[in-house]
């Protein structure tokens, strides 16, 4: 049996240590830890093959354990296990996880730890992948097979909860949407998509036997992107996919590590919220010391922070957002989110709180343990960078007026920079009024 990367275990000593041994007796390369600063360590600096993680290891650490897990090693279908205890806590959040009850054996986490990427996993570069959604069989082969004669990737779901699961998994560029479907239907699966900031962007074409006017009204204000009535004309469908594909590319502008929207779109939604004048606030938020990180790991590692700095901004708007939140990267280590004053500083609490509990474990345990590394510059000087810290810019227009996005940018800018002369990771709320007063 190949034994191609490590198999990491999580958990009390007891659990995992006959596991790992019985692991090895079969051929693999096991390796069980009852801390998280080992098995961080292992994660981040070896080849792995999967991870199973006990949840009766500490509660901070199983949190901390699957944020890195996440962005890692989890890929749809990959060795990722959570081995639940009899009565054991509730579900893991996350959701890109096998969960096996316990006792666990040696060979049933093999039978996880599958040994080959299934073809959805291949690296197939910027190739676009559609989502085809319908509890038709035939439906769903029809447009696989228009997908695949455009040159693109054709993914599948039977019905609406595969469909919202693939979608996070798997991030397609475009989804087709049947509506009527058990269970959910894809009035619902429109709505949940559109009320993630994960995935509010996504374009979707229904394809539909309902053709009354009401059906396509409702799916278009649900946030549809365009409908099409069955039985329809095969190149008129084609045309479609295409033409909102180019149009989504023309103007999302969407980040390729963690594929959320950037400037272009950004400006799209300060322009809107600023011209309702409606309640705003814009957080604006950047790694500090990014840079020299990437110059000590590599690109990979500091892709995986990046993407761990989204996931960790993502999940304090799901929470501690409106339905209608914007999150977006704009480019490096800055990311902006766009709410309402209300909502703005208890999510930027919960972003630096997780932040500052979550990216340390991206360091080598001896940079953590000083709390700084050690970089040389080509003349052979020797500089020390703390370990990474977080700083947010809050905007609103609570106590000021903003005519254009760039004037709430400009006002960033100069709150960022104050931020950044601090230590630690903090938020900073702008309190001037347009006299660049403070408020009372």
């Known amino acids: 049996m190949s034994a191609e990367g490590a198999i990491l275990l999580l958990g009390p000593a007891a659990e995992t240590e006959p596991v790992a041994r019985d692991l090895r007796a079969l051929g693999a390369n096991a390796r069980a830890f009852d801390r998280l600063e080992g098995f961080a360590a292992a994660l981040l600096s070896e080849p792995v093959r999967g991870v199973a993680l006990w949840d009766t290891a500490p509660p901070d650490e199983l949190e901390v354990a699957l944020e890195l897990v996440r962005h890692h090693h989890v890929r749809p279908g990959r060795g990722a296990v959570v081995v639940r205890s009899a009565g054991g806590r509730d579900p893991v959040p996350g959701g890109d996880w096998v969960e096996v009850p316990a006792p666990v054996t040696a060979r049933g986490l093999l039978a996880q730890f599958r040994e080959e990427p299934a073809a959805e996993e291949a690296d197939l570069g910027k190739i676009p992948r559609i989502l085809v959604v319908d509890d038709d069989q035939n439906m769903v082969l029809l447009g696989s097979h228009i997908v695949s004669s455009l040159g693109m990737i054709p993914l599948v779901a039977f019905d609406g909860d595969e469909a919202l699961d693939k979608v996070r998994r798997f991030h397609p560029d475009l989804v087709l949407l049947d509506i009527n479907m058990p269970r959910m239907n894809g009035f619902q699966v429109i709505e949940a998509l559109k009320e993630d900031p994960a995935t509010r962007l996504v374009p979707i074409i229904v394809f539909s036997a309902r053709t009354e006017p009401d059906d396509k009204v409702r799916a278009l204000k649900a946030g549809a992107d365009d409908y099409v009535t069955k039985p329809f004309s095969i190149p008129e469908l084609s045309a479609r996919i295409d033409r909102l594909l180019k149009r989504t590319a023309a103007g999302i502008s969407a980040s390729s590590t963690t594929g959320l929207p950037g400037t272009v779109t950004l400006e799209q939604v300060l322009h809107d919220r600023i011209r309702s004048g409606a309640p705003l606030a814009v957080l604006y938020a950047d790694a500090d010391r990014f840079k020299a990180f990437n110059d000590r790991y590599g690109f990979a590692r500091g892709d995986g922070v990046i993407r761990q700095i989204a996931d960790i901004i993502l999940n304090a708007v799901r929470e501690l957002g409106n339905p209608d939140d914007f999150v977006g990267h704009i480019g490096g280590d800055d990311f902006v989110v766009v709410t309402t004053p209300d909502r703005a500083v208890p999510i930027a609490e919960r972003i630096v709180a997780r932040f500052d509990r979550v990216i340390p474990y991206y360091y080598d345990p001896e940079d953590r343990k000083r709390g700084a590394i ?67």
């Open 374 to 440: 050690e970089t040389t510059d080509r003349k052979g000087r020797v500089t020390w960078f703390p370990i990474m810290t977080l700083s947010i810019a809050i905007v609103t227009n609570e106590t000021r007026r903003f005519a254009h996005p760039g004037e709430v940018a400009d006002v960033a800018a100069q709150l960022k920079r104050y931020a950044k002369s601090r230590p630690g990771s903090l938020w900073v709320k702008d309190q001037r009024t347009d006299r660049g007063t403070p408020a009372a």
